[in-house]
């Protein structure tokens, strides 16, 4: 989707964007949107190198402190007298310093390149998600029109079987009232009546309203 990917570019524009595999916003997301491939792959990248990222800082850390603890005992071998034996402690050492500078550059080099690439992955992982939610949005929209169709439609054929039902109870109480003034009473036994139909009318009425009513609802709603 190039043309979309553009558009979502530009949104990003100026947006600080926070780093989206540590933000419980995000992964509440996308366990209601489902699992995607794309945005598994960008998520474990972007992981990779956040992790990458701590382990560097760790490892700093504890050569600091290995060179510290160097730098004390290369004070302790300078209070010794001199002999070959001090300055081999000496030399040894220095080399230690001397390799964990060099390993400590080497971290700090690599630590001033993550950055860039923590936010290429995250901005590459934004641009995934607006994707598949901007898709997700799409098809919702999509299901909810053609559900608003199916109610509407079920309503129409609900009134049209209320209103049938309505004239067959019509009928019925039509004819029990002739067929009830000619047998009196004895009309149920003639007929097996399993119900009366008088009183039955009310009840329709108002259901035919309800639907009537909860229709118009809809149909504001959506104006």
């Known amino acids: 989707m190039p043309q979309e990917d553009e558009f979502f570019k530009e949104a990003l524009i100026g947006k600080k964007i926070p780093i989206l595999t540590l933000d419980n916003q995000w992964h509440k997301l996308f366990t209601q949107t489902g699992e ?29 402190a290995y060179k510290k603890k160097v730098l004390t005992e290369i004070v302790s071998i300078m209070e010794l007298p001199d002999s070959n034996s001090k300055e081999k402690k000496m030399s040894e050492k220095k080399r230690i310093i001397e390799e ?34 901007y898709a997700r949005i799409q098809q919702n929209v999509s299901d909810i029109d053609e559900i608003n169709q199916w109610v509407a439609a079920f309503r129409v054929k609900l009134k049209k079987q209320i209103l049938l039902k309505q004239k067959k109870e019509i009928w019925n109480d039509e004819m029990y009232s002739y067929m009830h003034s000619i047998f009196g009473p004895d009309v149920i036994d003639v007929f097996d009546m399993k119900y009366n139909p008088k009183n039955v009318l009310n009840k329709e009425t108002d259901l035919i309203g309800k639907v009537s009513t909860d229709e118009d609802k809809g149909t504001n709603a959506q104006t």
Not at 102 to 131: C, G, H, S, V, W
């Open 36 to 64: 995607n491939d794309e945005i598994q792959a960008l998520e474990d990248k972007l992981n990779e190198v956040l992790k990458r990222q701590g382990k560097l800082n760790t490892e700093i850390k504890s050569l600091s």
């Open 100 to 133: 964990t500078n060099q390993k400590i550059e080497e971290y700090n080099d690599e630590l001033m390149e993550l950055p860039k690439q923590i936010d290429e992955a995250n901005f590459n992982l934004m641009l995934a998600t607006m994707r598949v939610c």
